[in-house]
Nanobody, 120 residues
Framework: QVQLVESGGGLVQAGGSLRLSCAAS????????MGWYRQVPGKQRELVAR???????NYDDSVKGRFTISRDNGKNTVHLQMSSLKPEDTAVYYC??????????????WGQGTQVTVSS
């Protein structure tokens, strides 16, 4: 089992910044990928940014140049630095971690979600 604890959401004005963090704990031998998704009511959850084990990153086109994903291996934590926020970035943001345990079992884990609201 893998547990994820998210922090950093909140209310910010357009043009402002927020930093989301997600700390992972539990049966983790290797992180395969860590990422952030977001969801608004009535729509599917969508990928915002992702970092894979080798360090490569990918971003949704709508956040390129504004958001940066990073990983702190020593603390098993993934961050999402969000800048130049827009009202359309308003959503519940979810952390996702794909990992492998010592046993070889693979886990696809989700955080509880954190609300980000950007006012115009």
């Amino acid at each position: 089992q893998v547990q994820l604890v998210e922090s950093g959401g909140g209310l910010v004005q357009a043009g402002g910044s927020l930093r989301l963090s997600c700390a992972a704990s539990g049966s983790i031998f290797r992180f395969n990928a860590m990422g952030w998704y977001r969801q608004v009511p009535g729509k599917q959850r969508e990928l915002v940014a992702r970092i894979i084990s080798g360090g490569s990153t990918n971003y949704d086109d709508s956040v390129k140049g504004r958001f940066t994903i990073s990983r702190d291996n020593g603390k098993n934590t993934v961050h999402l630095q969000m800048s130049s926020l827009k009202p359309e970035d308003t959503a519940v943001y979810y952390c996702n971690v794909q990992s492998t345990a010592v046993s070889g079992l693979e886990y696809d884990s989700w955080g509880q979600g954190t609300q980000v609201t950007v006012s115009s």
